[in-house]
């Protein structure tokens, strides 16, 4: 694992998180007036757009991030263990 793909994952839960959070904050309940007179009160959940928005940014670069870093782990594994076996130039076959 390389540095950049260390941060890039911790980058991804730091962004996980704070879509988790966000999520939470944007929530609100609210109480709804009676439709007719002897009705009772009802509630209700309001959501906040920017909160939302918010929260819907983090976890598409929560997920962009992942997705980066399990590339770099990945393709940094393949050729590690690939370069040690195979020549460093491409042989031709005449």
């Given at each position: 694992m390389t540095v950049r793909?260390?941060?890039e994952l911790v980058l991804a839960v730091a962004a996980a998180v704070g879509c988790v959070v966000?999520?939470?904050v944007s929530r609100s309940t609210v109480v709804v007036a009676p439709i007719a007179d002897g009705e009772p009160t009802t509630t209700s959940i309001s959501y906040s757009a920017p909160w939302l928005?918010?929260?819907f940014v983090?976890?598409?670069l929560a997920?962009?991030?992942?997705?980066?870093?399990?590339?770099?782990v990945c393709s940094s594994t393949r050729r590690g263990s690939a370069g040690a076996s195979a020549p460093s130039q491409p042989t031709?076959?005449?």
């Open positions: 793909s260390a941060v966000s999520w939470i928005l918010l929260a983090l976890g598409t997920g962009v991030l992942f997705v980066l870093a399990s590339v770099r031709r076959v005449q």
